[in-house]
């Protein structure tokens, strides 16, 4: 299977600090998406990272890709209360090929 | 830019009752994918469809799940005899490009309730 697994499945702190979220996935693949979801709500697009990419920014935003061991890691930087959300990653081998995402890790930021 | 829409936003049926769920992609989106989310669970693929055409309908369940997307209209799910476990939230997302260069547009999801 090529899905994506995350972790931790769920983390929890303080406004202010850094968080971080791991993903592995089993496969060859083209590109590696994260989306944010808030409760009861549809997924946000957040950022794309290409197989020969191994680092990208947008904004607060820093996603590392390292296809030798299968993995990325979303790192969200003097996080605030409102990036309390579940956060996705998804794998794809390009093209029409549709989406294979993780369970998800469980952001909670504290005030 | 009304992003991608889909309705009803929550859906109740008894066992046995069909239900059709319906989205309308961004516009210029011309690929449109539905996924299937059970409670604290990643998003699972069913099918992908282009204008007219099933492109990708391996993750549909075998009996009593069928989608479409017309030439004209929205891109419809539909869920014949309802079970319990076909209580989820059904997912629909829109890409322009064959290339995901920008990643998908999802809605804000059917919450489908079986009763």
């Known amino acids: 299977s090529q899905q994506g697994e995350e972790d931790p499945q769920a983390l929890s702190i303080q406004e202010g600090e850094n968080a971080t979220m791991n993903c592995s996935y089993k496969?060859?693949?083209?590109?590696l998406q994260w989306y944010r979801q808030n409760s009861g709500r549809g997924l946000v697009h957040l950022i794309l990272?290409?197989?020969?990419?191994r680092e990208k920014h947008s904004g607060r935003l820093r996603v590392t890709l390292d296809t030798s061991k299968k993995s990325s890691s979303l790192l969200i930087t003097a996080s605030r209360a409102a990036d309390t959300a579940s956060y996705f990653c998804?794998?794809?081998?390009?093209?029409?090929?549709?989406?294979?995402f993780g369970k998800g890790t469980k952001l909670t930021v504290n005030p | 830019n009304a992003g991608v829409m889909q309705n009803p936003r929550h859906l109740v049926r008894r066992r046995g009752q069909e239900a059709r769920l319906r989205c309308s992609p961004m516009?210029?989106?011309?690929?449109v994918y539905w996924y299937r989310q059970l409670p604290e669970e990643g998003l699972k693929f069913m099918v992908y469809?282009?204008?007219?055409?099933?492109?990708?309908e391996s993750g549909m369940p075998k009996e009593r799940f069928s989608a479409e997307f017309p030439k004209e209209g929205p891109s419809i799910l539909r869920i014949q005899q309802v079970v319990r476990g076909d209580s989820a939230a059904y997912f629909c997302?829109?890409?322009?490009?064959?290339?995901?260069?920008?990643?998908?547009?999802f809605g804000s999801g059917t919450r489908l309730t079986v009763v």
């Open positions: 516009k210029g989106h011309s690929h």
């Open positions: 997302a829109s890409s322009q490009s064959f290339e995901q260069l920008y990643g998908y547009t």
């Open positions: 998804a794998t794809s081998k390009g093209g029409s090929e549709k989406l294979v």
């Open positions: 469809l282009q204008k007219e055409n099933i492109i990708d």
């Open positions: 496969t060859s693949i083209n590109n």
């Open positions: 990272i290409r197989s020969n990419e």
